[in-house]
């Protein structure tokens, strides 16, 4: 049903009947490493490059998922991907070995809830009886893609960001036991002229401000509807920028229930080498589907409002001197 | 009605203000002192090897650079190769990056990281892709360079 002008509600309230996260070294070494599934130590994950091995984490994933809720993976109506990597080759080659009818998705690092987003939508549609979605990212081949040769010394600012190394993946029905995803907000574009790729969090905030704002005039709900407000990866720099906006925008957002997963991954004092914290689609994915589901399912989390933040730039346009366009998707899970 | 997406370039300015408020700042002394010390210890390590060369292998304080430059280039190769490069350069900044040290680091890097797309179109074919601008402009620098020269030279001067 519509609400308001950018968002919607599940009536049939998909269930996640189980969820699955893989990891590589630095996030196995992080906090939330207990809630990670599987925990790679080599980024190559013995694949002779690092866009195999990231292929080879979301099929991991997505198998372990499935396994989890004892789905065959012939019953699943389609599984929905996103990466960060050209053409989304990780995603389009893990469906390949899947073998799931596909919907390959890209919104940078906001393709976790954009993925959730038509999952939950074709579930409650009724136009599937389950349905298989999840994002990747690796550090190394995200590092050579977007920036600089992995080995080259060039001196990151304190703004920047680390991709994390891993994959999540959520498996929804129509009817089971687990989360459920009860509305969603879809975002529009929000470009406040940052043309810094090191600076990420700065450019994403506004759209996820903008994204939470539009949530709950939709709804007509108040931050106090949620036990946890959490973006994808904005990072120390943007998540003090989101909570400074939503201030003085008359906003009440505690602090304690307003967080981002990319300081939630990664335990910054210890791993200095994350800067201003995690980035990438597996920052969302690792964070909501392994450690925020699991908080909801042993009843710490009642009412989850999830914002994956994503910046819609490419090398090409930063080095058109083209500005990084924000977005962010955000997904009421309630349980 | 809602601002539109394509805020105004005043919004932008005035936000560029409110991140840059937040934004931990480069810690510019800092790094300036860390390259200083860096940077000179690696060019002090060249004068050894280069006095090394002079004194253990008979060459002259002239052709003494070349064997000079090709052991750092190979020091700096290997650190790459073994991966450490990369967190010495986080710590030194330029002071890693501006020797030759820097210069072998940028080829052998790109070389490491297309090694996946094979020999000819990854290592061959994007080798230079740091270090193709370097060699680019150092060139058409010293053309203009050496122009000027060649003028003031004719003009009578020097």
């Known amino acids: ?335 | 009605m809602k601002s539109n997406s394509n805020n105004s370039n005043i919004e932008k300015q005035k936000y560029k203000e409110f991140a840059q408020q937040r934004e931990p700042k480069r810690p510019v002394l800092k790094n300036c002192i860390k390259a200083f010390i860096v940077g000179g210890s690696i060019c002090a390590f060249g004068q050894i090897i280069q006095y090394f060369y002079i004194n253990y292998f008979g060459y002259t304080e002239k052709n003494a650079g070349d064997p000079t430059a090709a052991t750092l280039i190979i020091i700096s190769i290997i650190l790459t190769g073994l991966g450490v490069y990369d967190d010495i350069a986080q710590w030194a900044g330029a002071g890693t990056a501006v020797p030759i040290t820097g210069f072998a680091n940028t080829i052998s890097s790109a070389a490491i990281e297309h090694r996946s797309e094979g020999y000819v179109l990854g290592v061959g074919g994007n080798m230079f892709k740091v270090a193709g601008p370097v060699i680019v402009f150092g060139t058409v620098s010293a053309f203009a360079v050496a122009i000027v020269k060649m003028l003031i030279n004719y003009l009578g001067g020097m």
């Open chain 1, 1 to 335: 049903m519509v609400k308001g002008s950018q968002s919607f509600v599940f009536e049939s309230q998909p269930v996640i009947i189980s969820s699955a996260t893989v990891g590589g070294p630095l996030e196995a070494e992080g906090p939330l490493s207990g809630d990670i599934d599987i925990l790679h130590e080599d980024p190559y994950i013995g694949q002779d490059s690092f866009e195999k091995a990231e292929k080879l984490m979301l099929e991991e994933a997505a198998m372990k998922a499935l396994e989890k809720a004892g789905v065959n993976r012939d019953e699943v109506g389609v599984f929905i991907s996103g990466d960060l990597i050209n053409q989304i080759i990780s995603s389009s080659f893990a469906a390949r070995t899947i073998g799931i009818p596909y919907l390959g998705i890209y919104g940078a690092c906001s393709s976790s809830m954009e993925g959730l987003i038509i999952a939950a939508s074709l579930v409650d549609g009724q136009k599937v009886r389950y349905v298989l979605t999840g994002a990747s990212s690796h550090n190394n081949s995200a590092e050579r893609q977007y920036r600089y040769p992995n080995e080259y010394g060039a001196q990151k600012p304190p703004t920047s960001q680390w991709t994390v190394t891993g994959a999540g993946v959520c498996l929804l029905a129509s009817e089971g036991q687990g989360p459920k995803v009860t509305a969603a907000t879809i975002g529009r574009i929000v470009d406040m002229g940052i043309t810094d790729p090191f600076n990420m969090g700065a450019a994403m905030a506004p759209a996820a401000v903008d994204t939470i704002e539009t949530h709950f005039k939709d709804l007509g709900r108040g931050p106090d509807y949620y036990d946890l407000i959490v973006t994808g990866d904005l990072g120390a720099v943007g998540h003090k920028i989101a909570l400074d906006k939503f201030k003085e925008k008359g906003i009440n957002i505690n602090e304690n229930i307003f967080k981002d997963c990319g300081m939630m991954i990664y335990d910054r004092e210890k791993q200095p080498q994350v800067f201003a914290g995690a980035s990438g689609c597996a920052s969302s994915a690792v964070t909501i589907y392994g450690h925020l589901l699991n908080e909801m399912r042993k009843g710490n989390i009642k009412r989850l409002l999830a914002v994956a933040t994503g910046a819609l730039h490419s090398p090409l346009s930063y080095q058109q001197k083209e500005s990084i366009p924000g977005i962010a998707h955000a997904v009421a899970i309630e349980m």
